[in-house]
């Protein structure tokens, strides 16, 4: 968080004090001895202790909570209320996690009181959260702003283009079909090959931006060219923008970091969104512009993406079972607002 983020509240830290009691903080993950999970797995804790007093049974100092995706079912008991009532008994919880885990806190029944007054309407809470919560350091909100002034400040309008493919892609297909995209669902205006525009038709026009962010730069130079090489059918101008290409994720590097927030925050000032399926930068950017995203998924023959119902980010790797008895249940089922991603069928994300 140092270097990323301000503090949330005046006199608070997002860093632990060094006196902090729990030492070993870099080294805690699955293999941690306190694990919540397999505390429940080998019968050393059970959630039926949730009244135990400190007279009755020493507690650990404090329990890890693996909430990251390759958690196991044991883990997952921490989405039931006799788990959370267990958890309140211990002085430190230290949770790691990779998901966005609300829409399960939400089915906690201890919680839906409290969930409802803070939430009103629910597709808000990762905006709310996120504006709230996550205001960025001035060397990351310096990047934003002397970004945002230099290429897109003057643009009639802001298409943001978020691309992270998960595997090996043919690039001109990839970059294809994300312009197809675009150009089907009125996004970006469509070429026009066969006769350039007149330039006294676009010299006064304001540019339609297009800001791709992207770990490669391939498919920024695709779009721009088409869009450098092609006058548009509607006699609009079209500029292209990639802030950075890494070409590799640095997880720990600061300066990579820095980019990369810098580029969520620059997506969100966008007037509409593409998105790669299942990644949380796009995920973020749109909770925090308050933008239903289209997606890159297809969901028939006819068409090329499918715009998301809500701006709410998707819990991807959700508990499969119901907490009392401990049986398969499909949680997207349960409730009228939570439901199934667009972009990930075993995944849930709250709705309207």
């Known amino acids: ?47 039926d202790m949730n009244m135990i007093t400190n007279a009755s049974i020493p507690l650990p100092d404090y329990l890890y909570l693996h909430l990251v995706h390759n958690n196991n079912d044991y883990d997952r008991m921490f989405y039931c209320e006799d788990g959370q009532l267990l958890l309140r008994q211990f002085p430190w919880l230290l949770l790691r996690s990779n998901q966005y885990f609300v829409p399960a806190l939400f089915l906690i029944p201890m919680f839906e009181q409290e969930l409802s007054l803070l939430f009103p309407e629910r597709t808000t809470v ?33 298409l943001g283009v978020q691309i992270r493919p998960f595997a090996e892609v043919d690039l001109d297909r990839h970059s294809s079909y994300i312009m197809n995209c675009a150009i089907s669902k009125n996004l970006l205006p469509s070429l026009d090959t066969k006769d350039a525009a007149a330039l006294s038709d676009i010299i006064r026009v304001k540019p339609k931006a297009v800001l791709v962010t992207s770990l490669k730069s391939e498919y920024f130079e695709r779009i721009r060219d088409a869009y450098y090489r092609n006058a548009t059918a509607t006699g609009e101008v079209v500029s292209v923008y990639q802030p950075s290409h890494e070409e590799k994720q640095f997880t720990e590097k600061l300066d990579h970091n820095v980019k990369a927030l810098a580029e969520i925050y620059l997506l969100s000032l966008s007037d509409s969104l593409i998105t790669s399926q299942y990644s949380t930068f796009g995920y973020v950017a749109q909770g925090l512009g308050g933008i239903r995203p289209w997606l890159l998924v297809r969901p028939d023959d006819e068409n090329l993406c499918l715009q998301s119902s809500t701006m709410e980010p998707c819990f991807h790797f959700p508990p499969s079972f119901e907490c009392k008895s401990r049986k398969e249940m499909d949680l997207g089922s349960v409730v009228p607002y939570l439901r199934h991603c667009e972009d990930k069928a075993d995944g849930i994300k709250l709705f309207y």
């Open 1 to 47: 968080m140092n270097g990323l983020f301000c503090e949330p509240f005046p006199n608070t830290t997002w860093l632990l004090p060094s006196r902090f009691p729990i030492t070993h903080m870099a080294s805690i993950f699955d293999t941690d001895p306190n694990r919540y999970g397999n505390l429940l797995r080998d019968k050393i804790l059970s959630n």
């Open 126 to 158: 990762f905006h709310l959260l996120g504006r709230y919560l996550f205001h960025p350091s001035n060397a990351v909100w310096g990047h934003v702003t002397r970004y945002y002034q230099a290429y897109l400040a003057n643009a009639e309008e802001i």
